[in-house]
């Protein structure tokens, strides 16, 4: 009788093991990265940057640090992906252009609405917002399960005890496999409004609750177009919100006007500004419109202020609407209200 080898070869279906193998990926990519989750309506980077903020007591009325440490520190011991996923974490939760409610208060260069990138993480520092603290981390010990992380040598949260659905306010964003999610920021107030009513009431329905907390409320402004189509997506999780900026006229000496774009679509963030500008500038050089004399872009940190200098005589409506027509101001924002809930993606 032979002996049996003790390296002993499994002959397995290659298809079966790739095909394990990608739902294995896919469901760590979903749940572990990409899709929030719906009870504090933050992926695993977001709530572990802000968990080891409060851990290394970086808190609102204590010192900033920098962020290079706070990036180090949190791969080191929760979220070892790579610190380019923390620092832009850290970055655009300190950026109130994004977010509805800012978590992180950010000292140095973090970026502008213009598309400019941060400082590099060894320039900036930053802390908790009051705000971060008060709401989404206290009494972390005594309210929520701790598990273990990647390498068992810590423990961590498996969900933040946030006081407010913050999967409404701060609104979310992410590219998953095969799914993705883009939820709208909402106004707090109008949120806390809606929960409380809830709380009075279980069987309120969709369009009792939009009279509490009528529709998003982006952080650039914008006014949503087609109203009469949210209490639809409310109800399925899914559509379309079409936006546009807010355009005043403001008059001049001697009879001139012009036109100030003071709210923009939340989808023109970054670079989608120098392209409207652009655009407006290739109307006039196309003699599209010859009402437009000059553009100029005033934004600064207390707001936005496009302004568009016109002709005496301009037709000031008429040119708004081609404003709206053939330039992003008037643009599209997919909803897709996507989340993690009991372990599961579900709209």
């Known amino acids: 009788m032979k002996e049996k080898s003790e390296d002993q070869i499994i002959r397995t279906e290659y298809s079966e093991v790739m095909q ?8 760590s990519v979903i749940i572990s990265r990409a ?24 808190q609102y009325d204590k010192p900033f640090r920098k962020c290079a440490r706070i990036v180090g520190d949190t791969m080191g011991k929760y979220h070892p992906h790579g610190d380019s996923s923390i620092y832009e974490t850290l970055v655009v939760l300190s950026q109130d252009f994004k977010k509805g409610m800012a978590l992180v208060d950010g000292h140095g260069n973090f970026g502008s609405i213009e598309g400019d990138g941060a400082a590099a993480m060894r320039y900036t520092e930053a802390r908790l917002k009051k705000f971060a603290e008060e709401v989404y981390l206290k009494d972390l010990d005594k309210t929520v ?19 407010v659905p913050n999967l409404l306010v701060n609104g979310a964003e992410g590219i998953a496999v095969g799914m993705s999610t883009s939820i709208p920021t909402h106004n707090l107030g ?8 809830y709380i009075d009431n279980r069987l309120l329905t969709v369009e009792e609750l939009m009279e509490y907390m009528p529709g998003p409320d982006f952080p650039t402004g914008g006014i949503v177009v ?14 379309k919100i079409k936006i546009r ?7 001049l000496k001697g009879g001139k006007e012009q036109l100030v774009i003071t709210e923009i679509p939340y989808t023109m963030i970054g670079a989608n500004i120098g392209k409207f500008l652009n655009d407006i500038g290739s109307l006039v050089e196309s003699k599209t419109t010859t009402d437009i004399v000059d553009i100029t872009n005033q934004s600064s940190k207390e707001g936005i202020r ?16 081609m404003l709206y027509k053939k330039t992003r101001l008037e643009d599209t924002f997919g909803v897709n209200m996507l989340a993690v809930a009991d372990g599961r993606p579900e709209t």
């Open 20 to 27: 394990k193998s990608y739902i294995d990926y896919a469901m």
């Open 35 to 58: 899709l929030p989750d719906v009870r504090d309506g933050l992926k695993p980077v977001q709530r572990r940057t802000l968990y080891d903020m409060y851990e290394l007591g970086i």
């Open 145 to 163: 399960d701790f598990v273990s992380n990647y390498d068992e040598t810590e423990k961590e949260p498996e969900v933040l005890p946030v006081r």
């Open 190 to 197: 109008e949120v806390i409004d809606a929960v409380k009513a």
């Open 226 to 239: 087609n109203k009469d189509e949210l209490p639809e997506i409310y109800r399925t999780g899914a559509g």
């Open 245 to 251: 900026g807010r355009v005043e006229v403001e008059k």
């Open 306 to 321: 496009i302004v568009l200098e016109l002709k005496k005589g301009a037709d000031t409506e008429q040119l708004t609407n």
